[in-house]
């Protein structure tokens, strides 16, 4: 499986053992129509399986990361369309990937735009983006999983406060309460976040795939079971020769050279 040459809704770009894939509607604002979703998921696909892919950044334009759903789509939508074919399904394919991914964001999150940034691993904001859910004020309320990811990372109050007011939040108040990871200024934003992406890239694949695994089984498990995963998934990285290379990078006072295996 390969990437597609063209995609309407997206552009991909890889730099080194990174890609960067680009939510590309601009006259909505990169609202998730279920074309653009079919593309991101398509390149998601393949860079989960290419072995030169160690980090995945998603991100938008200055204007927009996502502005939600795309309400012209889903308007006209029944009950009983949405029994039948869940549209938001597909949406989970990212929060799925076991790959590291990054959302870099930048303009308006908002609705599933936000959703979207909360399933990645690492969120990081422009000092110019809003946050926000503003779903209460088309009628209905976040159900790509807002209503839960949201209270996890800024507690029951902010995100009370936000999915019933429909209000937005700006980066500084995200990062302050756990939403946001960094904040990276205006200037070469998207440059910056690359810079971070390649250094996660550097690191042992499998290693990284694992600390992944770990953190969001604690979101879960019990302590105690979560206590236990993690031993069991620390004990398989001494079966890596990235092990070896890592502590004798260390002991020879040199950079490690992962082979991700
Ligand atoms: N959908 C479709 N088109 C959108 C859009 C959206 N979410 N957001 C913006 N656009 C379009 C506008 O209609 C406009 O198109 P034209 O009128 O030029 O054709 C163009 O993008 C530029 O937008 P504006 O003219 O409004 O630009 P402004 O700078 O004035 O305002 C804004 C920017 C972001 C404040 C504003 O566009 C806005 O409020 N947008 C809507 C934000 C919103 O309400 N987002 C939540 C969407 S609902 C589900 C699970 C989850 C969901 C659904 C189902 N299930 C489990 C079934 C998720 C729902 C949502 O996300």
Excluded at 17 to 32: C, F, Q, Y
Excluded at 121 to 128: C, G, P, S, V
Excluded at 164 to 177: D, N, P, Q, T, V
Aim: proline share 3%; with cysteine; glycine share 6%.
């Amino acid at each position: 499986m390969v990437f597609k040459d063209n995609y309407t809704n997206i552009k991909i770009k890889i730099i080194e053992r990174v890609i960067l894939i680009t939510l590309n509607r601009p006259s909505a604002l990169n609202a998730l129509s279920s074309g653009l979703i079919d593309d991101l998921n398509h390149a998601l696909k393949v860079a989960e399986k290419n072995s030169n892919i160690s980090v995945i950044v998603i991100t938008g334009s200055s204007k927009a990361f996502a502005a939600g759903a795309d309400i012209k789509e889903m308007i006209a939508k029944s009950f009983s369309d949405l029994i039948d074919n869940d549209f938001i399904k597909p949406w989970e394919k990212l929060s799925l990937c076991k790959k590291p991914t990054i959302a870099a964001v930048d303009g308006y999150a908002l609705g599933g735009g936000c959703e979207l940034a909360m399933m990645c691993d690492l969120l990081i904001a422009n000092e110019n983006t809003k946050f926000g859910q503003p779903e209460i004020n088309l009628g209905v309320f976040p159900a790509a999983g807002g209503t839960q990811r949201l209270p996890r990372a800024v507690g029951k109050a902010k995100a009370m406060d936000m999915v019933l007011s429909g209000r937005m939040m700006g980066a500084e108040e995200a990062e302050k309460l756990g939403l946001v990871s960094r904040i990276i200024s205006s200037d070469n934003f998207i440059e910056n976040v690359i810079e971070i992406a390649k250094e996660i890239s550097e690191k042992s694949l499998p290693s990284l795939i694992m600390a992944k695994d770990a953190i969001n089984s604690s979101y879960e498990t019990s302590l105690s079971q979560g206590i236990i995963y993690e031993r069991r998934l620390f004990r398989s990285a001494f079966s890596l020769e990235d092990q070896k290379e890592g502590m004798s990078a260390f002991i020879e006072k040199r950079k490690a050279k992962f082979k991700n295996s």
